[in-house]
């Protein structure tokens, strides 16, 4: 019984050559020296990494999990897990997209979501370091002033250090306009205690929870990003300020003190999964703290690196539920039970030749690969909006990633823990078992859902900010570019014949859907919320069959067994998954009157 992961690297190489067009990158002025060949050779190399080094750690991960000292504070992460991230650092991984002056390689977002993907399939819970840390560089490199993007970001680029993002406390969970931790002024231009040429310091205090990687023994220094009030700020998230606060100050010439910051780790959480990955409660006492950009706009910068790890985090539900369809698939090779139709009397057939385990493992692989499409292409805008050198294109690009990217966190992370559920169906009673390890996967998916703003608002944000965009325009471009799919399609003729028809009926329900939120979310924003969820499940599910006919169109007519079976899952998508999106189109245009009908004090029935 297998666990060993192999890196999907030919489904990546025909997402990049096929459908987000990775070697029209080079063609943008900085990745002249990002073809996709090279990119394809860095992801080999990265693959080699991942499997050999990370992957067989991940098990180790769950069994054994981080370890708090109560007496120092101290975070100690699962053996072995300090020398891997010690080779991942020197390899110059972490690295890879990051700008060129600050040690980075310079390549495109794409390269980097191809890789987390990777790695979190390797080891979810090693990833959500990188993970963290990618997201303070982002926040940093957009806000941060000359001053603190020289005396962090190098470091946070090659990794020596890592970041965080400090966000909620016990009593606000995602209404972060009830956050109380408070800033205060030194008074002073350099903080006692602070090395000499330490910037104007100010002083934070408070208690912050569920901190991924706040305390470990990873790396030298931590680099944590705080949300705090400053004095006579005003109420809710608009009196947010953002502050930089090092598990060690940094001198000016780079060297750390010797003594911590006023930062403790005072427990780590007993998690359902990721138990490799130590989420701290972190206790800040007078702590020395520096503000990044104005005071109470500390939510605006702290979105940058929300949005960053929105679509990382969608990729975990791709990246876990790749690795669990790999172990189900394994297992469905290897056990045999029953007698399949047509085999000899007597005889016990491998679990694989029954159609209802192939239905489960086609439902799999089809959801994954719309999955990849869905995430890869939403990089490849982000990297658009950031680089096209046309204002008009990076201008489209921006929104494209605009309105993918709660559908790639949402509709990704609850298909990860549909997916991985079925992966534990497919092991039948010896999925219930731990020695499987196939339960570990389901339970460490299960965090996605809620990571980074939980998948209701998620939809929330896509049909109450993101539909709007330009009066509607940005969602009927998407609409348009499936129409045009669905014409090339009816083009190829009979062998995609039932892909047309399937995808003609979701992209119009999609749209009657789209019209009637429009419509009457602004009459009444009640429509908006109570449909929502179904809406977002739905444009989810049609986009990933746009995913799918585009695949099955780049991969048909060939005799190369590897292209049909891209056609055949891409069939199974469309033909048995998109037709449910149809049936989800009563409940976004349902409106609240259901959801009112009983009183809280009746719900729990006579």
């Not at 999907?8 to 996709?36: E, M, N, S, T, Y």
């Not at 985090?313 to 876990?320: D, F, K, N, Q, R």
């Not at 190829?492 to 789209?514: C, F, I, M, Q």
Request: proline letters at 5%; aromatic letters at 6%; charged letters at 20%.
């Amino acid at each position: 019984m297998s666990d060993a992961y192999a890196p999907p690297l030919r489904d990546i190489r025909f997402v990049l050559d096929h459908l987000v067009d990775a070697d029209g990158l080079a063609k943008l002025p900085p990745f002249a020296h990002a073809d996709a060949d090279t990119m394809y050779g860095l992801l080999e190399e990265y693959a080699r990494f991942v499997r050999e080094v990370l992957a067989p750690l991940n098990r180790a991960g769950d069994a054994q999990g981080a370890s708090h000292d109560p007496a120092t504070g101290a975070v100690t992460t699962t053996p072995g897990w300090p020398d891997a991230y010690r080779r991942y650092v020197e390899a110059g991984w972490g690295a890879v997209p990051f700008a060129e002056e600050y040690g980075g390689g310079g390549f495109p977002w794409l390269l980097a979501v191809a890789m987390q993907e990777l790695l979190t399939s390797a080891n979810m819970a090693f990833s959500l370091c990188p993970l963290l840390t990618q997201g303070a560089i982002d926040m940093l490199g957009h806000h941060g002033d000359e001053e603190q993007r020289e005396r962090y970001l190098p470091k946070l680029v090659s990794g020596e250090w890592t970041g965080t993002m400090n966000l909620t406390e016990p009593q606000a969970g995602s209404d972060l306009g009830a956050l109380t931790t408070r800033a205060v002024p030194a008074g002073d231009g350099v903080g006692e205690g602070a090395p000499a040429g330490t910037p104007r310091t100010w002083r934070i205090s408070g208690q912050k929870i569920f901190i991924t990687y706040g305390e470990h023994d990873l790396a030298a220094n931590i680099v944590h990003l705080v949300l705090a009030r400053v004095p006579d700020a005003p109420p809710g998230t608009k009196g947010l300020s953002c502050f930089i606060v090092p598990k060690h100050l940094v001198s000016d010439d780079g060297t750390l003190a010797e003594e911590r910051n006023g930062v403790t780790c005072i427990g780590i959480e007993h998690k359902l999964g990721i138990h490799g990955s130590p989420t701290c409660t972190l206790e800040f006492d007078d702590a020395v703290g520096y503000l990044i950009g104005e005071a109470n706009a500390g939510m605006r910068y702290m979105f940058t690196m929300m949005n960053n790890a929105r679509l990382s985090v969608g990729l975990e539900g791709l990246a876990v539920a790749e690795r669990a369809y790999q172990q189900a698939l394994a297992y469905a090779q290897e056990r045999t039970q029953g007698r399949a139709v047509g085999t000899a009397a007597g005889t016990a057939s491998a679990i694989i030749e029954h159609p209802d385990v192939r239905r489960m493992l086609m439902h799999m692989r089809s959801h994954i690969e719309a999955m990849r499409g869905l995430t890869y292409a939403n990089a490849r805008a982000i990297d658009d909006a950031k680089h096209h050198p046309d204002d008009d294109a990076r201008a489209r690009g921006q929104e494209r990633a605009d309105l993918l990217t709660p559908l790639s966190k949402a509709w990704c992370t609850d298909l990860g823990s549909e997916l991985t559920r079925l992966a534990t169906q497919v092991h039948g009673g010896m999925g219930f078992i731990t020695e499987t390890g196939i339960a570990q996967h389901e339970r460490d998916v299960r965090i996605a859902a809620i990571y980074e703003g939980t998948n209701g608002i998620q939809a929330l944000d896509l049909v109450g900010r993101k539909l709007g965009l330009r009066a509607g325009g940005v969602v009927a471009d998407l609409l348009a570019d499936i129409d045009a799919t669905a014409l090339e399609v009816a083009a190829a003729g009979e062998p995609l014949a039932g892909l047309h028809a399937a995808l003609v009926d979701a992209v119009a329900a999609l749209r009657e859907a789209t019209d009637w939120l429009l419509a009457n979310g602004s009459a009444d924003p009640r429509n908006a919320l109570a449909g929502a969820t179904p809406y977002l499940r739905l444009a989810g599910t049609v986009v990933g069959g746009w995913v799918m006919a585009r695949q099955a169109l780049a991969a048909s007519g060939s005799d190369d067994p590897f292209l049909a079976a891209k056609v055949a899952t891409a069939r199974y998508y469309c033909e048995q998954v998109l037709p449910t999106a149809r049936g989800l189109l009563p409940a976004v245009t349902a409106g609240p009157r259901d959801l009112d009908a009983v009183a809280p004090s009746e719900l729990l029935g006579a």
